[in-house]
Each structure stands twice: as C-alpha cells, then as structure tokens.
C-alpha cells in the first residue's frame, strides 16, 4: 500500500465482494499500528488498531492482520460496500511517541 | 463528543499573508498532534504536544512555521510568512497520550482546514 507522488495504487472490486488492503511497514520495532479511512474531503477516520502481541483483530465487517515475520499488515473488508470507497491509510508507531503513515490505497467500490 | 475542531475550514490567502489555524481537542485527551496532508507527500507529521508542552517539532518545515498550546483546550498552528507552497490540507489529531512513553491510543482527526496561497 505504498505509493510515490501523485500516483495512490487502486484497489477495484465489486460491491458485496471482500476486499483486501495491504500495507509493508518500515520498523520491526512498531508494536502498535492503525487503519485509518479517508473519504474525499474528510480528515482520517478510525477503522480499527492492533498491537505487536496480536495476529488478528476483528471489528464490524473489518479484520486486521499482522504478520511482524515480513513486516506486512493488512485489513479485510467484508461484504464491501459503496460507502466503503475511501482512501486506506496504514499507521505505525515506530518513533515512541509518533505515528508514521504509508502512502495509501484508493478503493473503489463497484456497483 | 463533538470530536476534534478546527477552523477554519478553507483559507485562501495571498503570499506574504500571515495565517493561523485553530484546534480543540476532544475534551480529556492530553496529546495534540498537527500535520499537513499534500498529493506530494501525503500526510507529514508537523508537530506534537503533550499536555501542552512541545514534545517534537522536527516536521516542523522551516522557521516561517509555528505552533503553541496555551491550554489543554486549544491550539494554533502559524504561519508567517505564507508561501504558495504551504497549500495543503492542515490536520489537527487528538489522543489520549501516552502509556510508558509510548503511544498507545489512536488519534482522531479533526476535518481538517484546507489552505490555498495565491
């Protein structure tokens, strides 16, 4: 889920269809790390957080994995809808007090 | 919760033109975090506080920018002098701060105020 410039990678999927958003973060000492959604216009908004002693962490409709092996993080969206079409953000607390975000990923939702 | 506040939502201003964007927290978080959001450079952290002290301030781009909590209910981000290349959307983030010296509560963003100097 990172990009450079203007270009933000694009996730394309049907509506009702389960999407997944990836993201490779940086610091294998981050033991804390967040999804944030972005909406055209809006500031990010909370998905959902997972800390370094965990795999998995579900919420509603979204599931966050952890893979601290290769550094990967990713969030599973069930049963995507249109509403979900926003910009996907990871975040990373890998400076002990800050958090440092990949570049993002666009998803559109199909109708 | 009224969540994170700032204003104003949109400033347009020309070069040379002082500017300052305002924050409340949401009430009860003691961490205050504003950033700056470009097509460019996505979204950079500029500088954070925790009750209401400066913590770090190395996003911070150059001198033409400053920043001050006077209490734990508001913050100014500034910028003077204003230049074209300062337009971008200006987040302001509230948590509730710190355990251990780590962060360990998300941040909630505020909508954000979107600055275009002509």
């Known amino acids: 889920g990172e990009s450079v410039g203007l270009h933000l990678p694009t996730l394309s999927v049907q509506e009702g269809d389960n999407s997944i958003i990836n993201c490779a973060y940086s610091?294998?000492?981050?033991?804390?790390f967040i999804w944030y959604k972005q909406e055209s216009g809006k500031g990010p908004q909370f998905i959902i957080d997972?800390?370094?002693?965990?795999d998995k962490r579900q919420g509603q409709r979204v599931t966050v994995l952890l893979n601290k092996t290769v550094k990967h993080l990713s969030l599973q969206i069930a049963a995507t809808q249109p509403g979900d079409s926003a910009v996907y953000f990871c975040?990373?607390?890998?400076?002990?007090?800050?958090?440092?975000f990949g570049g993002g990923t666009r998803l559109m939702v199909k109708p | 919760d009224a969540g994170v506040i700032q204003s104003p939502r949109h400033e347009v201003t020309e070069m040379g033109q002082e500017v300052t964007l305002r924050c409340k927290p949401i009430?009860?978080?003691?961490?205050l975090f504003w950033y700056r959001q470009t097509m460019m450079r996505g979204l950079e952290l500029l500088i954070y506080?925790?009750?209401?002290?400066?913590?770090?301030d190395s996003g911070m781009p150059e001198d033409r920018f400053s920043a001050k909590m006077p209490n734990a209910s508001f913050s100014t981000l500034k910028i003077q002098p204003s230049e074209p290349r300062d337009s971008a959307v200006y987040f302001c983030?509230?948590?509730?701060?710190?355990?251990?010296?780590?962060?360990?509560?998300?941040?909630?963003f505020g909508p954000g105020t979107r600055l275009l100097v002509l």
């Open positions: 983030a509230s948590s509730r701060g710190l355990a251990g010296g780590r962060l360990q509560e998300t941040q909630y």
């Open positions: 610091n294998s000492a981050s033991d804390y």
């Open positions: 997972i800390r370094s002693n965990m």
């Open positions: 975040a990373e607390n890998n400076a002990g007090n800050m958090l440092t």
């Open positions: 009430s009860g978080h003691n961490s």
């Open positions: 506080f925790n009750n209401n002290v400066p913590i770090d």
